[in-house]
């Protein structure tokens, strides 16, 4: 009999086929992702018998885009439009006026506040159905950051969550710190990207579409353009190598990105291309292809898919010295370095050292790493403590 789980996200994620590969992993293990979890209360009620547990990976969702009602259902504007004369004259003002910032602002604020109360009791209903709750643990909170709303949810989650899952030791450790486990706890490291990728397209046809030359060391930065990646250090690290290498950056701008700013940064820069816009698999493949290292100085990190891809298509990396990329890296020099993060000379430094590895010792060691991560090896402890769980 399958162990069955709704998951948010479901599959088909277009930004992270991570949930693919994780389910498709717990299959044999008799672990079946039967659909998309809902955060809904009627959802739950009519599928609660199907299943014996929910699973969350990225809970702020729920409350940072929690609406009580839709536009069209708004029970003020059909009390209205029944209730008094020439109804929409009123309905238009009233539209004027909450179409202002600082209402949306408000509204947005109580409509979180009421997201979190309703994620409450979501999760106690699902209790009461028989459920188990999952979380995996991706990060200790957004990119962007987090208010007290969220770190309250993140709270609850931890109270109320069966089985959490961490994908390494310095995450559990982080969220020891500022939670109480009441559940059960594994440890799985982020399993690698093997079969997502398409191989790559000849070099010189990506080379010719990007208008970059064969002759010079590419390194590159590809992904969604957020603040906390430390773009602006790569730049700099670049404009100090004056021209020794290429710059490749390639990926989606976050809403809260500055990417005017990144594009005066690199038009400054010889032979450096941005390409801001949603990456497909075989443009991330082509990229990474291309690139003779990939540049990752964040400023921050809990875990990182981005670095199993990077491993997974056997291209080493550059990191800040995070204890996420240290616990990961700091027995695998040729397959990666590490540097003190937001400091554009020693990142510029580490660029040419790191690259004064050949290519096909620093290729084949950032393979050999992703093959310790082949989902195999990582799935079976958090399958036996899944099926433990009926």
């Not at 998951?7 to 992270?16: I, L």
Request: proline fraction near 7%; charge should be neutral.
């Amino acid at each position: 009999m399958h162990f069955k789980i709704a998951s948010y996200p479901g599959r088909g994620n277009p930004n992270n086929p991570y949930v693919d590969l994780f389910y498709n992993a717990l299959e044999p293990h008799g672990v079946t992702l039967a659909g998309e979890l809902e955060f809904n209360i009627d959802w739950l009620k009519d599928h609660s018998e199907q299943l014996n547990a929910i699973h969350v990976h990225w809970p702020e969702i729920f409350w940072r885009e929690y609406t009580p009602f839709k536009e069209n259902s708004n029970p003020i504007r059909s009390f209205i439009r029944t209730k008094f004369p020439a109804g929409w004259r009123l309905i238009k003002l009233t539209d004027q006026l909450t179409a202002h910032p600082s209402y949306q602002k408000r509204l947005a604020l109580v409509n979180k506040i009421k997201g979190y109360f309703y994620f409450r009791k979501f999760l106690a209903k699902t209790h009461q159905a028989g459920l188990r709750i999952i979380w995996t643990f991706h990060n200790a909170e957004t990119h962007e950051g987090s208010d007290f709303i969220d770190h309250l949810g993140y709270k609850y989650l931890a109270k109320s969550a069966d089985l959490i899952i961490f994908h390494s030791e310095i995450a559990q450790n982080d969220f020891l710190k500022h939670h109480q486990l009441k559940g059960q706890a594994v440890l799985m490291p982020h399993g690698n990207y093997d079969g997502v990728y398409p191989p790559e397209r000849p070099k010189e046809t990506i080379l010719k579409e990007l208008g970059l030359r064969d002759d010079l060391p590419i390194v590159s930065c590809i992904g969604m353009l957020r603040s906390y990646k430390g773009l602006d250090t790569a730049v700099q690290a670049i404009s100090l190598l004056e021209g020794e290498v290429q710059f490749l950056c390639a990926g989606y701008p976050h809403p809260s990105f500055d990417i005017t700013s990144l594009q005066e940064q690199i038009a400054k820069l010889p032979n450096a291309v941005l390409i801001p816009k949603f990456l497909s698999n075989q443009e991330f493949s082509d990229y990474t292809s291309i690139s003779d290292c990939l540049l990752m100085p964040y400023k921050k990190i809990t875990g990182s898919g981005a670095l199993l891809a990077a491993l997974t298509l056997s291209r080493g990396v550059i990191t800040s010295d995070l204890p996420y990329f240290r616990e990961i890296l700091a027995n695998h020099p040729d397959a990666g370095t590490l540097v003190p993060d937001g400091n554009p000379q020693l990142l510029a430094n580490s660029i040419k050292q790191y690259l004064a590895i050949p290519a096909i010792k620093r290729n084949q060691a950032a393979r050999s790493l992703a093959e310790d991560y082949n989902w195999d090896k990582v799935i079976p402890p958090v399958a036996n403590i899944i099926n433990s769980l009926n």
